[in-house]
Protein backbone atom coordinates (compact mmCIF):
# COMPACT_ATOMS: atom_id res chain seq x y z
CA UNK A 1 0.00 0.00 0.00
CA UNK A 2 1.20 3.62 -0.46
CA UNK A 3 -0.79 6.42 0.45
CA UNK A 4 -1.14 9.77 0.15
CA UNK A 5 -2.39 12.21 2.25
CA UNK A 6 -3.70 15.62 1.22
CA UNK A 7 -4.04 18.71 3.37
CA UNK A 8 -6.84 21.29 3.01
CA UNK A 9 -7.03 23.08 5.79
CA UNK A 10 -10.03 22.66 8.85
CA UNK A 11 -9.88 22.23 12.29
CA UNK A 12 -7.42 20.02 12.68
CA UNK A 13 -4.67 22.21 10.83
CA UNK A 14 -5.59 25.33 12.82
CA UNK A 15 -3.05 27.21 14.86
CA UNK A 16 -3.70 29.78 17.35
CA UNK A 17 -2.26 32.72 16.16
CA UNK A 18 -0.83 35.44 19.81
CA UNK A 19 -0.99 38.40 17.88
CA UNK A 20 -4.87 38.22 16.67
CA UNK A 21 -5.82 35.86 18.97
CA UNK A 22 -7.31 33.99 16.33
CA UNK A 23 -7.35 30.24 14.99
CA UNK A 24 -5.10 30.38 11.67
CA UNK A 25 -3.44 28.40 8.97
CA UNK A 26 -0.02 28.59 9.29
CA UNK A 27 1.86 25.23 8.50
CA UNK A 28 0.60 22.47 7.94
CA UNK A 29 0.41 20.33 11.27
CA UNK A 30 0.35 16.86 9.12
CA UNK A 31 4.61 16.19 8.62
CA UNK A 32 4.84 16.29 12.86
CA UNK A 33 1.77 13.96 12.83
CA UNK A 34 2.71 12.02 10.46
CA UNK A 35 6.28 11.55 11.90
CA UNK A 36 4.56 10.47 15.48
CA UNK A 37 2.60 7.89 13.33
CA UNK A 38 5.59 6.17 12.95
CA UNK A 39 4.21 4.54 9.78
CA UNK A 40 6.51 2.24 7.97
CA UNK A 41 4.98 2.40 3.97
CA UNK A 42 5.80 4.84 1.90
CA UNK A 43 3.13 8.01 2.57
CA UNK A 44 3.16 11.07 0.44
CA UNK A 45 2.13 14.47 1.92
CA UNK A 46 0.36 17.40 -0.08
CA UNK A 47 -0.28 20.31 0.92
CA UNK A 48 -2.84 21.19 -1.28
CA UNK A 49 -5.23 24.42 0.06
CA UNK A 50 -5.32 25.37 4.08
CA UNK A 51 -8.90 27.12 4.53
CA UNK A 52 -12.01 26.83 6.97
CA UNK A 53 -14.13 24.52 4.77
CA UNK A 54 -17.06 27.18 5.19
CA UNK A 55 -14.74 29.55 2.92
CA UNK A 56 -14.73 26.36 0.28
CA UNK A 57 -16.26 27.00 -2.91
CA UNK A 58 -16.36 25.41 -6.56
CA UNK A 59 -13.11 25.90 -7.57
CA UNK A 60 -11.16 24.90 -4.33
CA UNK A 61 -13.36 21.67 -4.67
CA UNK A 62 -12.34 21.31 -8.31
CA UNK A 63 -8.91 21.18 -7.33
CA UNK A 64 -9.55 18.88 -4.68
CA UNK A 65 -10.76 16.56 -7.40
CA UNK A 66 -8.07 17.10 -9.48
CA UNK A 67 -5.66 16.49 -7.16
CA UNK A 68 -7.23 12.75 -6.37
CA UNK A 69 -7.21 11.90 -9.99
CA UNK A 70 -3.57 12.99 -10.50
CA UNK A 71 -2.62 10.90 -7.67
CA UNK A 72 -0.38 7.99 -8.19
CA UNK A 73 -1.40 6.46 -5.15
CA UNK A 74 -4.61 4.19 -5.08
CA UNK A 75 -5.57 5.34 -1.33
CA UNK A 76 -5.97 8.99 -0.40
CA UNK A 77 -6.41 10.61 2.97
CA UNK A 78 -7.96 14.14 2.69
CA UNK A 79 -7.97 16.47 5.76
CA UNK A 80 -10.82 18.41 5.57
CA UNK A 81 -12.67 20.95 7.85
CA UNK A 82 -15.97 19.01 8.94
CA UNK A 83 -18.48 21.75 8.09
CA UNK A 84 -18.72 21.28 4.49
CA UNK A 85 -16.74 17.61 4.14
CA UNK A 86 -19.98 16.09 2.73
CA UNK A 87 -20.62 18.63 0.23
CA UNK A 88 -16.69 17.64 -1.02
CA UNK A 89 -17.22 14.27 -0.36
CA UNK A 90 -20.43 14.24 -2.76
CA UNK A 91 -18.21 15.79 -5.43
CA UNK A 92 -15.40 13.20 -5.31
CA UNK A 93 -18.46 10.54 -5.08
CA UNK A 94 -20.36 11.76 -8.09
CA UNK A 95 -16.98 11.88 -9.84
CA UNK A 96 -16.47 7.82 -9.63
CA UNK A 97 -12.26 7.77 -9.75
CA UNK A 98 -11.33 4.34 -9.09
CA UNK A 99 -9.55 5.03 -5.82
CA UNK A 100 -10.35 4.74 -2.07
CA UNK A 101 -10.52 8.60 -0.96
CA UNK A 102 -11.24 8.67 2.78
CA UNK A 103 -12.12 12.13 4.46
CA UNK A 104 -11.41 12.93 8.20
CA UNK A 105 -11.12 16.09 10.11
CA UNK A 106 -11.25 17.39 13.95
CA UNK A 107 -13.48 18.71 16.12
CA UNK A 108 -10.94 19.93 17.85
CA UNK A 109 -7.64 21.03 16.64
CA UNK A 110 -4.29 19.21 16.75
CA UNK A 111 -2.44 21.78 18.36
CA UNK A 112 -4.77 21.89 21.33
CA UNK A 113 -5.46 19.80 24.27
CA UNK A 114 -7.79 16.56 24.31
CA UNK A 115 -7.59 17.18 19.92
CA UNK A 116 -8.99 13.57 18.44
CA UNK A 117 -6.65 14.66 15.63
CA UNK A 118 -4.75 12.05 15.73
CA UNK A 119 -7.11 9.54 16.48
CA UNK A 120 -9.06 10.02 13.35
CA UNK A 121 -5.91 10.29 11.32
CA UNK A 122 -4.88 7.05 12.25
CA UNK A 123 -8.53 5.62 12.12
CA UNK A 124 -8.71 7.27 8.32
CA UNK A 125 -5.26 5.40 7.54
CA UNK A 126 -6.84 2.16 8.15
CA UNK A 127 -10.15 3.25 6.48
CA UNK A 128 -8.47 3.76 3.25
CA UNK A 129 -6.17 0.82 3.35
CA UNK A 130 -9.06 -2.01 3.88
CA UNK A 131 -11.95 -0.46 1.49
CA UNK A 132 -12.19 -0.83 -1.99
CA UNK A 133 -12.44 2.30 -4.01
CA UNK A 134 -15.23 4.45 -3.63
CA UNK A 135 -15.98 7.56 -1.58
CA UNK A 136 -16.48 7.71 2.54
CA UNK A 137 -16.17 10.12 5.64
CA UNK A 138 -14.40 8.40 8.62
CA UNK A 139 -15.06 10.67 11.41
CA UNK A 140 -16.15 9.78 15.57
CA UNK A 141 -14.62 6.07 15.09
CA UNK A 142 -17.37 5.61 12.00
CA UNK A 143 -17.11 5.14 8.17
CA UNK A 144 -19.83 6.83 6.87
CA UNK A 145 -20.51 6.31 2.97
CA UNK A 146 -20.18 10.17 1.06
CA UNK A 147 -23.65 9.88 -0.17
CA UNK A 148 -25.50 8.88 3.27
CA UNK A 149 -23.81 11.33 6.01
CA UNK A 150 -24.40 14.84 7.73
CA UNK A 151 -22.77 16.78 10.37
CA UNK A 152 -25.01 16.95 13.54
CA UNK A 153 -24.14 20.90 14.49
CA UNK A 154 -25.72 20.94 16.93
CA UNK A 155 -23.67 17.66 18.92
CA UNK A 156 -20.59 17.98 16.78
CA UNK A 157 -21.51 14.78 15.47
CA UNK A 158 -21.41 13.07 12.17
CA UNK A 159 -24.59 11.03 11.20
CA UNK A 160 -25.77 8.27 9.01
CA UNK A 161 -28.86 10.09 6.86
CA UNK A 162 -30.30 6.36 6.64
CA UNK B 1 -21.03 -2.16 15.72
CA UNK B 2 -20.08 -2.30 19.48
CA UNK B 3 -16.64 -2.64 20.66
CA UNK B 4 -14.52 -3.59 23.63
CA UNK B 5 -11.20 -2.30 24.55
CA UNK B 6 -9.39 -4.11 26.79
CA UNK B 7 -6.36 -2.64 28.47
CA UNK B 8 -3.41 -5.07 29.33
CA UNK B 9 -0.71 -2.13 30.02
CA UNK B 10 2.29 -1.69 27.67
CA UNK B 11 3.60 1.45 26.93
CA UNK B 12 0.93 2.80 25.59
CA UNK B 13 -0.33 3.58 29.09
CA UNK B 14 2.99 3.96 31.39
CA UNK B 15 3.02 6.79 33.48
CA UNK B 16 5.92 8.99 34.86
CA UNK B 17 6.47 8.39 38.70
CA UNK B 18 7.73 11.46 40.00
CA UNK B 19 8.66 9.54 43.15
CA UNK B 20 11.04 6.59 41.66
CA UNK B 21 11.65 8.30 38.18
CA UNK B 22 10.55 5.14 36.77
CA UNK B 23 7.35 4.60 33.96
CA UNK B 24 4.96 2.80 36.12
CA UNK B 25 1.60 1.96 35.58
CA UNK B 26 -1.51 3.85 37.80
CA UNK B 27 -4.42 4.59 36.03
CA UNK B 28 -5.67 3.60 32.46
CA UNK B 29 -5.29 6.40 30.16
CA UNK B 30 -7.34 4.80 27.64
CA UNK B 31 -10.96 6.25 29.18
CA UNK B 32 -9.29 9.82 28.84
CA UNK B 33 -8.28 8.76 25.01
CA UNK B 34 -11.00 7.61 24.30
CA UNK B 35 -13.27 10.61 25.64
CA UNK B 36 -10.79 12.58 23.07
CA UNK B 37 -11.61 9.99 19.98
CA UNK B 38 -15.70 11.38 20.16
CA UNK B 39 -16.30 7.69 19.01
CA UNK B 40 -20.54 7.90 18.97
CA UNK B 41 -20.70 4.36 19.02
CA UNK B 42 -21.26 1.87 22.77
CA UNK B 43 -17.48 0.83 23.07
CA UNK B 44 -16.92 -1.12 26.59
CA UNK B 45 -13.60 -0.40 28.30
CA UNK B 46 -12.21 -3.46 30.00
CA UNK B 47 -8.85 -2.34 32.17
CA UNK B 48 -8.33 -6.30 32.81
CA UNK B 49 -4.32 -6.23 33.89
CA UNK B 50 -1.62 -3.34 33.61
CA UNK B 51 1.50 -4.77 33.64
CA UNK B 52 4.72 -4.25 30.69
CA UNK B 53 4.67 -7.37 28.24
CA UNK B 54 7.88 -8.64 29.19
CA UNK B 55 6.41 -9.50 32.86
CA UNK B 56 3.67 -11.21 30.72
CA UNK B 57 3.33 -15.36 31.31
CA UNK B 58 1.29 -17.96 30.46
CA UNK B 59 -1.30 -17.22 33.29
CA UNK B 60 -1.70 -13.88 31.80
CA UNK B 61 -2.16 -14.94 28.33
CA UNK B 62 -5.00 -17.44 29.46
CA UNK B 63 -6.65 -14.34 31.09
CA UNK B 64 -6.79 -12.16 28.19
CA UNK B 65 -7.86 -15.41 26.56
CA UNK B 66 -10.77 -15.77 28.67
CA UNK B 67 -11.36 -12.08 28.56
CA UNK B 68 -12.02 -12.21 24.47
CA UNK B 69 -14.02 -15.65 25.12
CA UNK B 70 -16.72 -13.62 27.51
CA UNK B 71 -16.63 -10.08 25.71
CA UNK B 72 -20.30 -9.81 24.37
CA UNK B 73 -19.01 -7.44 21.55
CA UNK B 74 -17.63 -9.10 18.45
CA UNK B 75 -15.07 -6.74 17.84
CA UNK B 76 -12.36 -6.54 20.45
CA UNK B 77 -9.37 -3.96 21.01
CA UNK B 78 -6.22 -4.88 22.81
CA UNK B 79 -3.91 -2.36 24.32
CA UNK B 80 -0.35 -4.47 24.72
CA UNK B 81 2.91 -4.09 25.28
CA UNK B 82 5.07 -4.61 21.86
CA UNK B 83 7.38 -6.39 23.10
CA UNK B 84 5.48 -9.75 23.17
CA UNK B 85 1.91 -8.59 21.25
CA UNK B 86 3.26 -11.50 19.19
CA UNK B 87 3.41 -13.82 21.61
CA UNK B 88 -0.34 -13.00 22.66
CA UNK B 89 -1.54 -13.05 19.23
CA UNK B 90 0.02 -16.42 18.47
CA UNK B 91 -2.24 -17.57 21.42
CA UNK B 92 -5.42 -15.99 20.81
CA UNK B 93 -5.09 -16.62 16.74
CA UNK B 94 -4.58 -20.37 17.40
CA UNK B 95 -7.78 -20.12 19.89
CA UNK B 96 -9.78 -19.76 16.63
CA UNK B 97 -12.87 -17.23 18.14
CA UNK B 98 -15.61 -16.05 15.95
CA UNK B 99 -14.56 -12.55 16.73
CA UNK B 100 -12.24 -9.69 15.38
CA UNK B 101 -9.17 -8.79 17.83
CA UNK B 102 -6.62 -6.46 17.00
CA UNK B 103 -3.81 -6.08 18.88
CA UNK B 104 -2.32 -2.41 18.93
CA UNK B 105 0.01 -0.77 21.62
CA UNK B 106 2.65 2.21 21.64
CA UNK B 107 6.23 3.16 21.22
CA UNK B 108 6.12 6.11 22.69
CA UNK B 109 3.52 6.36 26.22
CA UNK B 110 0.28 8.10 25.61
CA UNK B 111 1.25 10.60 28.29
CA UNK B 112 4.66 11.92 26.65
CA UNK B 113 4.89 14.35 23.76
CA UNK B 114 5.11 12.97 20.31
CA UNK B 115 3.48 9.57 21.11
CA UNK B 116 2.07 6.88 18.67
CA UNK B 117 -0.56 6.08 21.02
CA UNK B 118 -3.43 8.10 20.07
CA UNK B 119 -2.89 7.35 16.21
CA UNK B 120 -2.49 3.38 17.20
CA UNK B 121 -5.65 3.46 18.79
CA UNK B 122 -7.47 4.89 16.01
CA UNK B 123 -5.95 2.85 13.57
CA UNK B 124 -7.27 -0.25 15.57
CA UNK B 125 -10.22 0.54 15.64
CA UNK B 126 -10.91 1.12 12.31
CA UNK B 127 -9.18 -2.18 11.61
CA UNK B 128 -11.35 -3.90 14.23
CA UNK B 129 -14.84 -2.68 12.66
CA UNK B 130 -13.55 -3.67 8.98
CA UNK B 131 -11.95 -6.98 9.57
CA UNK B 132 -13.77 -10.87 9.35
CA UNK B 133 -13.34 -12.63 12.70
CA UNK B 134 -9.30 -13.40 13.26
CA UNK B 135 -6.76 -12.03 15.03
CA UNK B 136 -4.42 -9.12 13.76
CA UNK B 137 -1.81 -6.76 15.02
CA UNK B 138 -1.76 -3.23 14.00
CA UNK B 139 1.05 -1.37 14.22
CA UNK B 140 2.76 1.53 12.32
CA UNK B 141 -0.32 2.41 9.91
CA UNK B 142 0.13 -1.86 8.89
CA UNK B 143 -2.28 -4.65 9.34
CA UNK B 144 -0.68 -8.08 9.80
CA UNK B 145 -1.92 -11.53 10.71
CA UNK B 146 -1.32 -12.91 13.84
CA UNK B 147 0.82 -15.92 12.48
CA UNK B 148 2.89 -13.19 10.44
CA UNK B 149 4.37 -10.60 12.22
CA UNK B 150 7.23 -9.78 14.51
CA UNK B 151 8.50 -6.51 15.79
CA UNK B 152 12.15 -5.80 14.79
CA UNK B 153 13.77 -4.61 17.91
CA UNK B 154 16.77 -3.03 16.46
CA UNK B 155 14.50 -0.22 14.72
CA UNK B 156 11.45 -0.55 17.05
CA UNK B 157 9.33 -1.60 13.98
CA UNK B 158 6.69 -4.45 13.02
CA UNK B 159 7.45 -6.60 10.39
CA UNK B 160 5.77 -9.02 8.36
CA UNK B 161 7.81 -12.53 8.53
CA UNK B 162 6.94 -13.66 5.19
CA UNK C 1 4.28 32.91 52.28
CA UNK C 2 0.40 32.38 51.74
CA UNK C 3 -0.51 33.13 47.80
CA UNK C 4 -3.81 33.82 46.68
CA UNK C 5 -4.27 33.01 42.85
CA UNK C 6 -7.35 34.88 40.91
CA UNK C 7 -8.74 34.09 37.91
CA UNK C 8 -10.49 36.54 35.54
CA UNK C 9 -10.11 34.80 32.53
CA UNK C 10 -7.94 35.78 29.56
CA UNK C 11 -6.54 34.02 26.75
CA UNK C 12 -4.39 31.86 29.34
CA UNK C 13 -8.03 29.83 30.21
CA UNK C 14 -9.23 30.42 27.09
CA UNK C 15 -10.62 26.81 25.83
CA UNK C 16 -11.86 25.08 22.39
CA UNK C 17 -15.15 24.94 22.16
CA UNK C 18 -15.63 22.00 19.42
CA UNK C 19 -19.37 22.66 18.73
CA UNK C 20 -18.98 26.60 17.88
CA UNK C 21 -15.32 26.38 16.48
CA UNK C 22 -14.63 28.94 19.32
CA UNK C 23 -11.86 30.17 21.75
CA UNK C 24 -14.52 30.17 25.13
CA UNK C 25 -14.71 29.87 29.09
CA UNK C 26 -15.39 26.87 30.27
CA UNK C 27 -13.48 25.65 34.00
CA UNK C 28 -10.15 27.22 34.60
CA UNK C 29 -7.32 25.55 34.07
CA UNK C 30 -5.78 27.42 36.92
CA UNK C 31 -6.51 24.15 39.45
CA UNK C 32 -4.78 21.95 36.72
CA UNK C 33 -1.60 24.29 36.25
CA UNK C 34 -1.58 24.61 39.95
CA UNK C 35 -1.65 21.12 40.76
CA UNK C 36 1.31 20.40 38.03
CA UNK C 37 3.29 23.24 39.37
CA UNK C 38 3.78 21.57 43.31
CA UNK C 39 3.81 24.16 44.85
CA UNK C 40 4.39 23.21 48.47
CA UNK C 41 2.90 26.37 49.90
CA UNK C 42 -0.74 26.95 50.55
CA UNK C 43 -2.25 28.43 47.77
CA UNK C 44 -5.60 29.80 47.75
CA UNK C 45 -7.39 30.53 43.80
CA UNK C 46 -10.48 32.24 43.73
CA UNK C 47 -12.70 31.95 40.07
CA UNK C 48 -13.91 35.51 40.87
CA UNK C 49 -14.67 35.90 36.83
CA UNK C 50 -14.25 34.44 32.99
CA UNK C 51 -14.30 36.97 30.89
CA UNK C 52 -11.80 38.07 27.84
CA UNK C 53 -10.12 41.06 28.95
CA UNK C 54 -11.77 43.47 26.02
CA UNK C 55 -14.70 43.10 27.71
CA UNK C 56 -13.77 44.71 31.06
CA UNK C 57 -15.68 47.33 32.19
CA UNK C 58 -15.86 49.59 35.17
CA UNK C 59 -17.43 47.04 37.04
CA UNK C 60 -15.34 44.48 36.11
CA UNK C 61 -12.18 46.15 37.60
CA UNK C 62 -13.94 47.02 40.70
CA UNK C 63 -14.59 43.48 41.45
CA UNK C 64 -10.86 42.41 40.70
CA UNK C 65 -10.20 45.71 43.35
CA UNK C 66 -12.14 44.60 45.78
CA UNK C 67 -11.52 40.86 45.58
CA UNK C 68 -7.53 42.45 46.19
CA UNK C 69 -9.00 44.20 49.08
CA UNK C 70 -10.57 41.59 51.13
CA UNK C 71 -8.18 38.68 50.31
CA UNK C 72 -6.10 37.46 53.53
CA UNK C 73 -3.43 37.10 51.67
CA UNK C 74 -0.62 39.51 51.08
CA UNK C 75 1.00 37.72 48.15
CA UNK C 76 -1.95 37.53 45.01
CA UNK C 77 -1.40 37.10 41.49
CA UNK C 78 -3.94 37.58 39.15
CA UNK C 79 -4.38 35.74 35.90
CA UNK C 80 -5.27 38.50 33.42
CA UNK C 81 -6.27 39.13 29.39
CA UNK C 82 -3.32 40.93 27.88
CA UNK C 83 -5.34 43.56 26.15
CA UNK C 84 -6.41 45.43 29.19
CA UNK C 85 -4.30 44.46 31.75
CA UNK C 86 -2.52 47.64 32.05
CA UNK C 87 -6.05 49.47 32.44
CA UNK C 88 -6.58 46.60 35.77
CA UNK C 89 -2.81 47.35 37.04
CA UNK C 90 -3.52 51.09 36.79
CA UNK C 91 -7.10 50.76 38.74
CA UNK C 92 -5.13 48.44 41.39
CA UNK C 93 -2.22 50.37 41.70
CA UNK C 94 -3.73 53.81 42.35
CA UNK C 95 -5.24 51.99 45.16
CA UNK C 96 -2.57 51.95 46.98
CA UNK C 97 -3.23 48.58 49.17
CA UNK C 98 -0.80 46.79 51.20
CA UNK C 99 -0.23 43.64 49.47
CA UNK C 100 1.57 42.75 46.38
CA UNK C 101 0.07 42.13 44.04
CA UNK C 102 1.07 41.21 40.61
CA UNK C 103 -0.84 40.14 37.27
CA UNK C 104 0.07 38.07 34.39
CA UNK C 105 -1.73 36.35 31.78
CA UNK C 106 -0.66 34.65 28.57
CA UNK C 107 -0.23 35.19 24.72
CA UNK C 108 -1.52 31.49 23.89
CA UNK C 109 -3.78 29.31 26.05
CA UNK C 110 -2.66 27.17 28.57
CA UNK C 111 -4.70 24.53 26.57
CA UNK C 112 -2.86 25.15 23.64
CA UNK C 113 0.12 24.14 22.15
CA UNK C 114 3.36 25.88 22.79
CA UNK C 115 2.01 28.00 25.32
CA UNK C 116 3.47 30.33 27.68
CA UNK C 117 0.57 30.02 30.42
CA UNK C 118 2.46 27.78 32.84
CA UNK C 119 5.39 29.72 32.20
CA UNK C 120 3.89 33.23 33.42
CA UNK C 121 2.49 31.57 36.08
CA UNK C 122 5.48 30.38 37.55
CA UNK C 123 7.42 33.80 36.75
CA UNK C 124 4.54 35.61 38.52
CA UNK C 125 4.50 33.55 41.87
CA UNK C 126 8.29 34.28 42.35
CA UNK C 127 7.24 38.05 41.52
CA UNK C 128 4.46 38.19 44.02
CA UNK C 129 6.57 36.42 47.14
CA UNK C 130 10.03 37.92 46.26
CA UNK C 131 8.50 42.13 46.06
CA UNK C 132 7.30 44.26 48.57
CA UNK C 133 3.35 45.73 48.24
CA UNK C 134 2.99 47.11 44.75
CA UNK C 135 1.28 46.29 41.33
CA UNK C 136 2.97 44.62 39.32
CA UNK C 137 2.84 43.60 35.77
CA UNK C 138 4.85 40.21 34.70
CA UNK C 139 5.38 39.10 31.50
CA UNK C 140 7.58 37.88 28.94
CA UNK C 141 9.92 37.08 31.99
CA UNK C 142 10.10 40.40 32.65
CA UNK C 143 8.67 42.73 35.70
CA UNK C 144 6.95 46.18 35.46
CA UNK C 145 5.26 48.66 37.42
CA UNK C 146 1.97 49.13 36.87
CA UNK C 147 2.26 52.97 36.08
CA UNK C 148 5.36 52.17 33.19
CA UNK C 149 3.97 49.50 30.90
CA UNK C 150 2.00 48.89 27.94
CA UNK C 151 1.39 46.21 25.59
CA UNK C 152 3.00 46.52 21.74
CA UNK C 153 0.28 44.82 20.10
CA UNK C 154 2.08 44.85 16.80
CA UNK C 155 4.83 42.26 17.98
CA UNK C 156 2.35 40.76 20.99
CA UNK C 157 4.82 41.98 23.99
CA UNK C 158 5.08 43.77 26.96
CA UNK C 159 7.13 46.81 27.21
CA UNK C 160 8.37 49.88 29.48
CA UNK C 161 6.99 53.42 28.87
CA UNK C 162 9.79 55.04 30.17
CA UNK D 1 19.20 42.29 32.89
CA UNK D 2 21.05 39.42 30.56
CA UNK D 3 20.51 35.79 31.61
CA UNK D 4 22.30 32.57 31.23
CA UNK D 5 20.67 29.43 31.34
CA UNK D 6 23.14 26.55 31.93
CA UNK D 7 21.56 23.05 30.99
CA UNK D 8 23.21 19.98 33.14
CA UNK D 9 20.29 17.37 32.32
CA UNK D 10 18.07 15.97 35.03
CA UNK D 11 14.60 15.39 34.98
CA UNK D 12 13.83 18.44 33.42
CA UNK D 13 15.24 17.41 29.72
CA UNK D 14 15.25 13.84 29.89
CA UNK D 15 13.35 12.33 26.69
CA UNK D 16 12.03 8.52 26.01
CA UNK D 17 13.20 6.33 23.89
CA UNK D 18 11.39 4.28 21.65
CA UNK D 19 14.13 1.67 21.38
CA UNK D 20 14.68 1.20 24.70
CA UNK D 21 11.81 2.23 26.66
CA UNK D 22 14.74 4.09 28.79
CA UNK D 23 14.37 7.96 29.63
CA UNK D 24 17.22 9.29 28.25
CA UNK D 25 18.83 12.48 27.02
CA UNK D 26 19.19 13.56 23.06
CA UNK D 27 18.78 17.24 22.40
CA UNK D 28 17.69 19.52 25.18
CA UNK D 29 14.63 20.98 25.59
CA UNK D 30 15.41 24.11 26.85
CA UNK D 31 15.81 25.83 23.26
CA UNK D 32 12.00 24.81 23.22
CA UNK D 33 10.99 25.87 26.69
CA UNK D 34 12.44 29.22 26.25
CA UNK D 35 10.28 30.06 22.80
CA UNK D 36 7.47 29.44 24.12
CA UNK D 37 8.26 31.49 27.27
CA UNK D 38 8.55 34.57 24.78
CA UNK D 39 11.26 36.39 27.10
CA UNK D 40 12.24 39.56 25.50
CA UNK D 41 15.05 40.06 27.24
CA UNK D 42 18.32 38.76 26.10
CA UNK D 43 19.07 35.06 27.20
CA UNK D 44 22.14 32.91 26.39
CA UNK D 45 21.27 28.93 26.69
CA UNK D 46 24.28 26.64 27.38
CA UNK D 47 23.79 22.77 27.03
CA UNK D 48 27.03 22.38 29.17
CA UNK D 49 26.22 18.55 30.04
CA UNK D 50 23.32 16.21 29.73
CA UNK D 51 23.29 13.58 33.01
CA UNK D 52 21.23 12.36 36.02
CA UNK D 53 22.57 14.14 38.71
CA UNK D 54 22.65 10.80 40.42
CA UNK D 55 25.89 10.11 37.65
CA UNK D 56 27.11 13.49 39.12
CA UNK D 57 30.82 13.89 40.49
CA UNK D 58 33.27 16.24 41.73
CA UNK D 59 34.43 16.54 38.23
CA UNK D 60 31.46 17.60 36.51
CA UNK D 61 30.22 20.15 39.19
CA UNK D 62 33.48 22.08 39.13
CA UNK D 63 32.51 21.81 35.48
CA UNK D 64 29.46 23.66 36.34
CA UNK D 65 31.18 26.43 38.87
CA UNK D 66 33.96 26.68 35.98
CA UNK D 67 30.79 27.87 33.52
CA UNK D 68 29.72 30.05 36.50
CA UNK D 69 32.91 31.79 36.67
CA UNK D 70 33.51 32.71 32.94
CA UNK D 71 29.34 33.39 32.38
CA UNK D 72 29.16 37.11 31.63
CA UNK D 73 25.83 37.33 32.65
CA UNK D 74 25.70 38.02 36.40
CA UNK D 75 21.82 36.54 36.66
CA UNK D 76 22.35 32.27 35.70
CA UNK D 77 19.54 29.52 36.33
CA UNK D 78 20.99 25.97 36.37
CA UNK D 79 18.54 23.21 35.12
CA UNK D 80 19.91 19.98 37.43
CA UNK D 81 18.74 16.60 38.40
CA UNK D 82 16.80 16.77 42.04
CA UNK D 83 18.54 14.49 43.43
CA UNK D 84 22.53 15.62 43.91
CA UNK D 85 20.89 19.81 43.28
CA UNK D 86 21.91 20.38 47.10
CA UNK D 87 25.29 19.25 46.62
CA UNK D 88 25.85 21.27 43.19
CA UNK D 89 23.95 24.23 45.37
CA UNK D 90 26.98 24.05 48.27
CA UNK D 91 29.71 24.11 46.04
CA UNK D 92 28.63 26.98 43.94
CA UNK D 93 27.36 28.46 47.59
CA UNK D 94 31.25 28.15 49.31
CA UNK D 95 32.58 29.52 45.78
CA UNK D 96 30.80 33.03 47.23
CA UNK D 97 30.39 34.46 43.06
CA UNK D 98 29.54 37.84 43.52
CA UNK D 99 26.29 36.51 40.73
CA UNK D 100 23.08 36.00 41.48
CA UNK D 101 23.23 31.69 40.61
CA UNK D 102 19.77 29.58 40.73
CA UNK D 103 19.76 26.12 40.30
CA UNK D 104 15.79 24.81 39.51
CA UNK D 105 14.84 21.10 38.13
CA UNK D 106 11.99 19.23 37.55
CA UNK D 107 9.71 16.36 39.29
CA UNK D 108 8.37 15.26 35.40
CA UNK D 109 10.00 15.87 32.40
CA UNK D 110 9.17 18.53 30.44
CA UNK D 111 7.88 16.28 27.69
CA UNK D 112 5.84 14.47 30.06
CA UNK D 113 2.19 15.14 30.32
CA UNK D 114 1.74 17.44 33.45
CA UNK D 115 5.32 18.39 33.93
CA UNK D 116 6.15 21.04 36.44
CA UNK D 117 9.40 22.24 34.50
CA UNK D 118 8.09 25.21 32.77
CA UNK D 119 6.35 26.59 35.76
CA UNK D 120 10.25 25.85 37.56
CA UNK D 121 11.37 27.56 34.57
CA UNK D 122 9.22 30.73 34.93
CA UNK D 123 10.20 30.50 38.84
CA UNK D 124 13.55 30.30 38.62
CA UNK D 125 14.31 33.14 35.89
CA UNK D 126 12.04 35.83 38.16
CA UNK D 127 14.38 34.64 41.14
CA UNK D 128 17.61 35.10 39.52
CA UNK D 129 15.98 38.39 38.10
CA UNK D 130 14.87 39.47 41.83
CA UNK D 131 17.62 38.09 44.06
CA UNK D 132 20.99 39.74 44.97
CA UNK D 133 24.33 37.41 44.43
CA UNK D 134 24.39 34.19 46.20
CA UNK D 135 23.06 31.23 45.63
CA UNK D 136 19.71 29.68 45.98
CA UNK D 137 17.64 26.77 44.69
CA UNK D 138 13.79 27.20 43.25
CA UNK D 139 11.59 24.35 43.36
CA UNK D 140 8.19 23.89 44.31
CA UNK D 141 7.67 27.54 43.95
CA UNK D 142 9.63 28.01 47.00
CA UNK D 143 13.27 29.88 47.00
CA UNK D 144 15.51 27.95 49.28
CA UNK D 145 19.36 29.23 50.37
CA UNK D 146 21.97 26.91 49.08
CA UNK D 147 22.97 25.75 52.79
CA UNK D 148 19.47 25.08 54.33
CA UNK D 149 17.54 22.96 51.32
CA UNK D 150 17.04 19.04 51.29
CA UNK D 151 15.14 17.17 49.10
CA UNK D 152 12.45 14.56 50.77
CA UNK D 153 12.74 11.78 48.32
CA UNK D 154 9.71 10.09 50.17
CA UNK D 155 7.32 13.00 49.15
CA UNK D 156 9.41 14.44 46.59
CA UNK D 157 9.47 17.91 47.49
CA UNK D 158 12.33 20.40 48.80
CA UNK D 159 12.36 21.69 52.07
CA UNK D 160 14.38 23.98 54.49
CA UNK D 161 16.62 22.73 57.01
CA UNK D 162 16.05 24.83 59.20
Chains 1, 2, 3, 4 share one sequence.
Request: with cysteine.
Amino acid sequence: MTLRIIATGGTFDKRYDPITGQLVFINSVLPEALERARITEPTTFEPLMAIDSLDMNDTHRAQILSACERSPEQKIVIIHGTDTMRETARLLGEAGLQKTIVLTGAMVPYRVASSDALFNLGFAVAVAQLNAPGVLVAMNGRVFSWDKVRKNTTDGIFENTD
